[in-house]
């Protein structure tokens, strides 16, 4: 890895069209909805928030694990990146079981359902950290910006298609890419 990814890496700064800025943004308001829910005091806002935060979640997680995880799997010339993207395979499974024990218990003001908010927002807090450390560092060292990029735009499509089925877009530039990605911010 060169000095100035690594650089990058420690700051956590990246150019607008390099995936780990991406998922940055997602990661932002997926903690933030994650916070609210473990928060949440009402039963009728609990159960709100799991419907925000449900297919947001599931629509990031697929998309990631295709245009992140796989190709770090794909990598023989690197443990970590295999070790990495494996790991983050299983703590995304771990999480669409606790979601989907949230979605389909009816009383969201039983003790157990908290409890099950509150261990969903401790492994996202953990996925993220371990994630925007560990993950984006492998992906600095093993792939050069225009793969990144690529997997940024792929990740957004994937992502955007299983939020909203209409086609998703064919070819972003870096400038379409960024205001998409703004966008999806502002919409979420």
Partial sequence: MSVFEKVRTTLGTYG???????????HKLIRQLAKDLAEA???????????????????HARSEEASVYTPMMQLRKSVDSREAGNEGMVEH????????????????????????AKVLHELLEHHIKEE???VFEELGEHFDDAQREGMAVQF???????L????????????KLASHKRDAVAAG
């Fill in 93 to 116: 499974n771990l999480v669409d079981i606790i979601l989907e024990r949230l979605s389909s218990t009816p009383d969201a003001s039983a003790d157990l359902w908290k409890a099950h």
């Fill in 164 to 175: 909203n089925p209409k086609p998703a877009v064919k070819k972003a530039t870096s400038r």
């Fill in 16 to 26: 607008d069209t390099d995936v780990r800025a991406v998922l940055q943004e997602d």
């Fill in 156 to 162: 957004l499509q994937g992502r955007d298609k299983l």
């Fill in 41 to 59: 005091e009402s039963a009728p806002q609990r159960r709100q928030l799991v419907r925000e935060l449900k297919p947001l979640l599931t629509a």
């Fill in 132 to 134: 925007e450390n560990e």
